[in-house]
Every structure is written in C-alpha cells, then in structure tokens.
C-alpha cells in the first residue's frame, strides 16, 4: 500500500519561508509527476507546482519566482521551498504523486495535507 506523508507546514510570518516535504513509501516501482496542490478556506483546491520525472517544472502564476519544487527520486520525496509568504496563502497544502505499483499500474496518490498559516 502507498502511503505519503507531509511534513515542513506551520505558522510563518507574513515574508517568510517554509519548506515542505512529502515523502512516498510502499511497493514502489516508479513515480511519474510530482506536484503540490492548495485548498484554502472555502475555495477549491489549486495546482501550486509540479515537476516531472525529468525536472521539468511547472508554476501557478501566483508563485513564480517566490517558490521551488524539486524532488529526490531515489528518496520518492518531492519538496517545495516557498519564500516571501502571503497571509492569502495560508492554506492546506497536499502534495500529489503519480506512482507506478505492480498491483495497480499508475494511479495518482495524495497526501494526508498540512497546514500552513501565514500571519503576524
């Protein structure tokens, strides 16, 4: 069974930083894209970042040039260093992997979501 866990989220000032970490583990043959979603208070969830099994990397608009993804394939785990937070991020964050099992094939797999309150 694949199971992902989140970690990194909490209370950050306006300005801040926080880096969040996600983490796959089980009977693991592959993981295609990796990304990090956001669902804030009452609005749907939105595609913050994603990258590909070769690097390439994707961005909401919103965050460009403030956050980076990136991921350690021999880890399974995908990171996400978000720089200069705004409270209207404040939000759960999940991360989001397409991983490849024997008993499955592909199939997307969500994590648990963490927290990140941006506030003074």
């Known amino acids: 069974q694949v199971q992902l866990v989140e970690s990194g989220g909490g209370l950050v000032q306006p300005g801040g930083s926080l880096r969040l970490s996600c983490a796959a583990s089980?009977?693991?043959?592959?993981?295609?894209?990796m990304g990090w979603y956001r669902q804030a208070p009452g609005k749907q969830r939105e595609l913050v970042a994603t990258?590909?099994?070769?690097?390439?990397?994707n961005y909401a608009d919103s965050v460009k040039g403030r956050f980076t993804i990136s991921r350690d394939n021999a880890r399974n785990t995908v990171y996400l260093q978000m720089n200069s937070l705004k409270p209207e991020e404040t939000a759960v964050y999940y991360c989001?992997?397409?991983?490849?099992?024997?008993?499955?094939?592909?199939?997307?797999?969500w994590g648990q979501g963490i927290q990140v309150t941006v506030s003074s």
């Open positions: 989001n992997e397409d991983i490849w099992t024997p008993s499955s094939g592909t199939k997307g797999y």
């Open positions: 089980g009977r693991i043959f592959g993981v295609n894209t």
């Open positions: 990258i590909t099994v070769g690097g390439r990397t």
